[in-house]
């Protein structure tokens, strides 16, 4: 109890700290148009530790308070290489309560953790043991809205090595039906993690919508429904783990569409189900485990036409309906399953890519050769159709002319199949 207080009252800390660090640094550009270093916030908390309204910050360690203004620097450095949006203020009861320890902040001895400004170690339930001879080098410590804790350690894992090299090679299609459909004609289902929990998270949000604001039993309530998030959250985390871990381990290169998820979550009645899919911690997944495994991940431009493209011929239908599943290309005859047929082609559009060398700039950073537009003209070359047009393929304005009329020419990566 006294260590989940101190802890409680460190997360305060630094969520206060943050929050008026950036303040500072807003105004300073909103008045001044100038930009504020971490040795600037730094001095500044130095200063709002000796005065009588802040004097509580010195209650804690200094360590995640200093960790606090080095994250939110990152931030405003991502901000301004547009890597990112602009930071936001933390709220209790919206943001994640975490605070960062460095080395100088904790002690490491036999398998125990003691945090600075406490005197016995932490009750620990570890998940699995560290590596041999793995010192952490930083620890967080962190508190969900469901109330339950973890502690995580950074340390270099020795035992993570890229595996030997081969000749396999997948193609991925992702959906909602099935969560992915792969090159070699394997479906793997949706779990529908979200959709499973659906009737005992409505009883529970309805639970929480009759009590009274501001009373602890809405503050009950609220913990219950965050329970049944956490445990959807879980459960999808771990079927996207396994799947994966198994995708990377078992092929060399590994391909996939660069899809704009948040744009195909403005169709009102498919963003339920794809918020559900998580493609893009699947894709987030599959990135930084290439990277560990020494293995190519190349994403083809989301604009290639891989549902509509015969994979026998080449030839691309002009509509292709989200709800046709199964069609007959009208050149050659073949009889085609749209996702195995999809993700053939998205293999094909990989393979051309990491043959030919292509090296352009990626859309989003990968473990491989992660290219954009590239990768769908490749593969139009390869198979001898014309390649598709890219948003920035526009002809310049000729005076005295008026552009084109853009009604009705949007049209979500969903419909185009």
């Given amino acids: 109890m006294e260590q989940a207080e101190e802890l409680f009252r460190t997360f305060g800390c630094v969520r206060k700290v943050y929050n008026m660090a950036l303040d500072a640094r807003s105004r300073a550009w909103t008045d001044e148009s100038r930009r504020i270093s971490y040795a600037e916030t730094s001095a500044m908390l130095t200063e709002?530790?000796?005065?009588?309204?802040?004097?509580?910050?010195?209650?804690?360690?200094?360590v995640p308070l200093q960790q606090t203004l080095r994250h939110l620097h990152s931030a405003f450095t991502n901000f301004f290489a547009k890597r990112a949006q602009y930071p936001r203020f933390k709220s209790k009861k919206k943001t994640r309560a975490a605070a960062e320890y460095t080395k100088s902040a904790f002690k490491w001895r036999d398998g125990r953790l003691t945090l600075a400004k406490m005197r016995a170690p932490l009750d620990v339930r570890w998940s699995r043991p560290l590596p041999d001879g793995a010192e952490p080098s930083t620890v967080t410590v962190s508190c969900d809205a469901a109330g339950r804790w973890f502690v995580s350690l950074l340390v270099e894992d020795t035992t993570v090595r890229p595996l030997p090299a081969d000749?396999?090679?997948?193609?991925?299609?992702?959906?909602?039906?099935?969560?992915?459909?792969?090159s070699t004609g394997e479906k793997v289902a949706n779990p529908k993690c979200e959709r499973r929990d659906s009737a005992r998270l409505a009883v529970a949000q309805r639970d929480l919508a009759r009590k009274e604001k501001g009373s602890k039993n809405q503050a009950k309530a609220r913990v219950k429904v965050a329970k049944i998030h956490a445990r959807i959250a879980d459960r999808r985390r771990d079927f996207l783990h396994k799947l994966s871990t198994r995708l990377v381990q078992e092929n060399q290169l590994v391909v996939i569409e660069d899809l704009s998820v948040h744009n195909l979550l403005g169709n009102r009645t498919l963003a339920r189900s794809i918020s559900d899919a998580s493609w893009t911690e699947l894709r987030s997944m599959l990135e930084y485990k290439c990277a560990w495994y020494g293995?190519?991940?190349?994403?083809i431009d989301r604009f290639f036409p891989s549902s509509k493209t015969c994979s026998t011929c080449g030839l691309?239908?002009?509509?292709?309906?989200?709800?046709?599943?199964?069609?007959?290309?009208?050149?050659?005859?073949?009889?085609?399953?749209?996702?195995?047929?999809?993700?053939?082609?998205?293999?094909?559009?990989?393979?051309?890519?990491?043959?030919?060398?292509?090296?352009?700039r990626p859309q989003r950073s990968s473990s491989g050769r992660a290219v954009g537009d590239e990768a769908g003209k490749t593969m139009a070359r390869a198979v001898g159709v014309p390649a598709p047009k890219r948003r920035g393929d526009v002809k310049r304005r000729t005076p005295g002319t008026r552009w084109p009329s853009r009604r009705g020419s949007t049209r979500s990566r969903a419909a185009r199949g």
């Fill in 316 to 360: 691309i239908r002009d509509e292709l309906l989200l709800s046709v599943r199964e069609w007959a290309c009208e050149g050659c005859g073949t009889w085609h399953d749209r996702d195995h047929n999809a993700a053939q082609n998205i293999l094909a559009a990989g393979q051309a890519v990491s043959a030919c060398g292509a090296d352009v």
């Fill in 295 to 299: 293995r190519e991940l190349v994403a």
């Fill in 48 to 62: 709002w530790k000796k005065t009588e309204a802040l004097a509580y910050l010195t209650e804690v360690s200094s």
């Fill in 167 to 182: 000749n396999s090679a997948v193609g991925i299609d992702v959906g909602i039906s099935s969560l992915v459909t792969l």
